[in-house]
Structure formats: structure tokens, C-alpha cells
């Protein structure tokens, strides 16, 4: 399977995990966010970065999961209907699980329904899982925001 991120030119070169703390994780769990295509990729970076400055330059990373690797699937059916809202009710919720997961190494990746598509998912990666080495970045190719989304005042 092939997820796909969008960062940061400077940042594409490797599967590179911050410890920030975002919905899925807490502050110093080492995960790296990816989504199922790369416009869900491209979303996700609209929406979390708020101020999208459109001149730089970015990446789509290609991440290669192989097809056999465990996958951890949480269904929205099975959430509180609270877990989409944004700010802490929201985040407390996500982090909750997905914080259970990173610290007991359930598996490596960890499949979230999308806040932003319905019916869409992100793929959370685990760098301290023993099956991250599988993970691999196979490649990465060039992307540029539209410049009608800044026009459009979406950003």
C-alpha cells in the first residue's frame, strides 16, 4: 500500500517524526501522519496550517506499507461522537487512543477516519514500533498549492 505526505522540501528526505503533539498522538510520541491519496495529503496541510504560504516549496512523499504489515483500523462507528470537534474535547479523545496504541506497539500503523473526508483515512506511522524498518520512502515528487486556494481565501 502507498500513503502519501505532504511537507516541507527541506523536510522530504526522510521519514522524519517531530514528537509534536497532533489529534492521534501527545507531545513526544514520535509518529509520522501520512493520508490514503494526496489530495486527503493536501487538505490535511490546509487545514493544520492555517497561513499556507503557497511560494514554497513542497513534496509529496511515496510511502511504501507493505501489504502483510499489521494495521490497527479505527472505525468511526466505534468513537465518541465528540471525536471530531476540534480543540481539546476532540484531541483528548484521539490522543487517548492513539497514545494506547504508540506506548503498547499494537502494530505500526494505525488507520484513523479522516475529520476533514468522510470516508477517507489517515495512516499514522509508529517509529518505535520494531516493524517501522518496513516501512520505506520510496519516493518523492514535486507539488505547488494552486495559488486560487490563497485567491479563494480558504487559507
Not at 505526505?5 to 503533539?21: C, D, M, P, Q, V
Not at 490522543?95 to 496504541?101: A, E, K
Request: glycine share 4%.
Amino acid at each position: 500500500m502507498e500513503v502519501f505526505r505532504i511537507t516541507k522540501e527541506k523536510f522530504s528526505h526522510n521519514l522524519y517524526a517531530s514528537g509534536f503533539g497532533s489529534r492521534w498522538n501527545s507531545e513526544g510520541n514520535f509518529v509520522i501522519y501520512s493520508a490514503s491519496s494526496r489530495s486527503l495529503a493536501a487538505l490535511e496541510n490546509i487545514v493544520h496550517l492555517g497561513t499556507l504560504d503557497i511560494i514554497n516549496y513542497f513534496r509529496v512523499m511515496v510511502i511504501y506499507i507493505p501489504d502483510n504489515l499489521p494495521i490497527l483500523r479505527i472505525n468511526e462507528i466505534n468513537l465518541p461522537e465528540e471525536w471530531y470537534l476540534k480543540g481539546e474535547k476532540g484531541y483528548e479523545i484521539c490522543r487517548q487512543i492513539g497514545d494506547v496504541w504508540y506506548k503498547n506497539k499494537e502494530t505500526a500503523i494505525l488507520q484513523v477516519p479522516s475529520v476533514i473526508v468522510k470516508n477517507e483515512f489517515n495512516f499514522i506511522i509508529n517509529t518505535k514500533h520494531p516493524d517501522y524498518k518496513k516501512v520505506k520512502l520510496i519516493n518523492t515528487e514535486s507539488f505547488f498549492f494552486d495559488y486560487r486556494i490563497k485567491k479563494s481565501n480558504l487559507i
